[in-house]
């Protein structure tokens, strides 16, 4: 398997077999991790443990500095784009964005 996680071996075996649109579409939902809805705190907590101001993370993220700055105290919430790049950022660092 040379490296690549079992999830990587059957994605890659899946096309390489060529199954059609559908098949595919499906064993790559089944693959994908699930998304983890933060509070406003842990929303705080992940950009702090970054050492990231607001204003960087806003631009990492693509959305503005009130944006960031409801999410943090709870007035909106994440979703989307924005929901799926916090999870990256929480699992594997903010290295993942640059």
């Known amino acids: ?3 690549l996680t079992i999830t990587q071996f059957v ?4 096309r390489e077999a060529k199954f059609d649109k559908v ?4 064993i790559e939902e ?3 991790p699930e998304i ?12 702090l443990s970054q050492k990231i101001s607001r204003s960087v993370w806003a631009r990492m993220l693509n959305v503005g500095v ?3 700055q409801k ?3 709870g007035k909106t919430h994440p979703d ?4 799926k790049l916090l999870n990256l950022v929480q699992k594997r660092g903010i290295n993942c964005l640059i």
């Open 80 to 83: 989307g784009a924005a929901l």
């Open 36 to 47: 983890q809805d933060f509070s406003p705190g842990e929303i705080k907590n992940i950009r």
């Open 66 to 68: 009130t944006t960031v």
């Open 23 to 26: 098949t595919m579409r499906r």
């Open 30 to 32: 089944l693959a994908l």
């Open 1 to 3: 398997m040379d490296g």
């Open 11 to 14: 994605l890659e075996a899946a």
């Open 71 to 73: 999410w943090e105290s």
